[in-house]
């Protein structure tokens, strides 16, 4: 599933660094080093495996979570609908 067609960025985050064994709750983002593991939670239960280089999106409201499992580096790029 990609950005849906006709949404526009707004934000961008700082580049996060991060320690192993933490969590945090994102939005979507793009992993720029390093393997975490999204779970997306709803409708249906969906895993995905992230990389650097690949990227990740999550409808606004879809409850998920993020593990990382390792060091790793990420950001996050925010969307809306067209104005």
Do not use: W
């Not at 495996?49 to 060091?71: C, D």
């Amino acid at each position: 599933m990609g950005v849906p067609e006709g949404a526009v960025p707004y934000k961008t985050t700082p580049i996060f660094n991060q320690e192993p064994d933490k969590s945090r709750r994102v939005g979507c983002g793009e992993g720029l080093g390093g393997e975490a593991q999204a779970d997306l939670l709803e409708p249906e239960y969906h895993e995905i495996q992230l990389q650097a280089g690949e990227e990740a999106v999550v409808a606004p409201g879809q409850p998920h979570r993020v593990a990382l499992l390792g060091p790793v580096r990420f950001q996050i790029q925010l969307y809306r609908g067209e104005d």
